[in-house]
């Protein structure tokens, strides 16, 4: 089981940046696939970003050109640099471990999930 603790939400006005990060611990970082989804309010999880173990990137179509994933093996934390947001971005934001071996980039592949984190853009 990975254990994963998300960090850097927040307010924003749209137009603007944040930086999720997200630390994981328990099982080898380094063997899976990591990715980020998204929830709002009375809307079903949505898939952000994810990030292959040999760090090939996939991004949802809301968000490409806008958001970049990434990973940092030494310090066992995935990354999302979130750049002209809007207001429609808003959600929490989940980071995600998927189960070893998956391409399964869906919900349907997620091992662990973290505990979640609220990002706010304003307009």
């Known amino acids: 089981q990975v254990q994963l603790v998300e960090s850097g939400g927040g307010l924003v006005q749209a137009g603007g940046s944040l930086r999720l990060s997200c630390a994981a611990s328990?099982?080898?970082?380094?063997?899976?696939?990591m990715g980020w989804f998204r929830q709002a309010p009375g809307t079903e999880r949505e898939f952000v970003a994810a990030?292959?173990?040999?760090?090939?990137?996939f991004a949802g179509n809301s968000v490409k050109g806008r958001f970049t994933i990434s990973r940092d093996y030494a310090k066992n934390t995935v990354y999302l640099q979130m750049n002209s947001l809007k207001p429609e971005d808003t959600a929490v934001y989940y980071c995600a471990a998927y189960q070893p071996y998956s391409s399964n980039y869906g919900t349907g592949g997620v091992g662990s999930w973290g505990q979640g984190t609220q990002v706010t853009v304003s307009s």
């Open positions: 328990g099982r080898t970082f380094s063997n899976y696939a």
């Open positions: 990030i292959s173990w040999s760090g090939g990137t």
